[in-house]
């Protein structure tokens, strides 16, 4: 069992993370219907508080850069930047049976500047 952080540390969701969010959400009332749909989501965001509270649940995983860490919540992933001291941000939510490093290499561009946006806005 993973050891307790002393304190809950910020966790940032980028304008991608909470579209993924939505998507999530319309798919699984689609095709699961709207309780079975509000118990994912309710799991996400029980996954999503766990991190805040114990960041090093977070995983490194190759070939990415060290900053970009990883965090599976049932069957999507968390990918997470965690270059900004003190920070954690949600880059995208990532179905796990995707191809991660390519819908990655698509999503780059905007995350990069989504990043940025949100960084200017923290300070």
Same mark, same amino acid.
């Given at each position: 069992?993973? =050891?307790?952080?002393? #304190?809950?540390? *910020? @966790?940032?969701?980028?304008?991608?993370?909470?579209?993924?969010?939505?998507?999530?959400?319309?798919?699984?009332?689609? %095709?699961?219907?709207? #309780?079975?749909?509000? %118990?994912?989501?309710? =799991? !996400?965001?029980?996954?999503?508080?766990? $991190?805040? /509270?114990? &960041?090093? !649940? !977070?995983? /490194?995983?190759? *070939?990415?850069?060290?900053?970009?860490?990883?965090? #599976?919540?049932? =069957?999507?992933?968390?990918?997470?930047?965690?270059?900004? *001291?003190?920070?954690?941000?949600? @880059?995208?939510?990532?179905?796990?049976?995707?191809?991660? &490093?390519?819908?990655?290499? /698509? !999503?780059? &561009?905007?995350?990069?500047?989504?990043?940025?946006?949100? $960084?200017?806005?923290?300070?």
């Amino acid at each position: 069992m993973a =050891k307790k952080s002393t #304190r809950s540390i *910020p @966790l940032h969701m980028t304008q991608r993370s909470l579209h993924d969010l939505i998507a999530i959400e319309a798919y699984s009332v689609e %095709q699961f219907g709207r #309780r079975v749909a509000n %118990q994912y989501l309710d =799991k !996400l965001e029980s996954g999503i508080n766990r $991190l805040k /509270e114990n &960041p090093e !649940l !977070l995983r /490194e995983e190759q *070939p990415f850069h060290a900053s970009l860490k990883f965090y #599976r919540i049932e =069957k999507h992933v968390l990918v997470c930047e965690t270059g900004v *001291p003190g920070k954690i941000i949600v @880059l995208t939510l990532l179905h796990g049976s995707m191809d991660i &490093p390519a819908r990655l290499a /698509e !999503l780059e &561009p905007t995350l990069a500047m989504e990043v940025a946006v949100l $960084l200017k806005k923290l300070k």
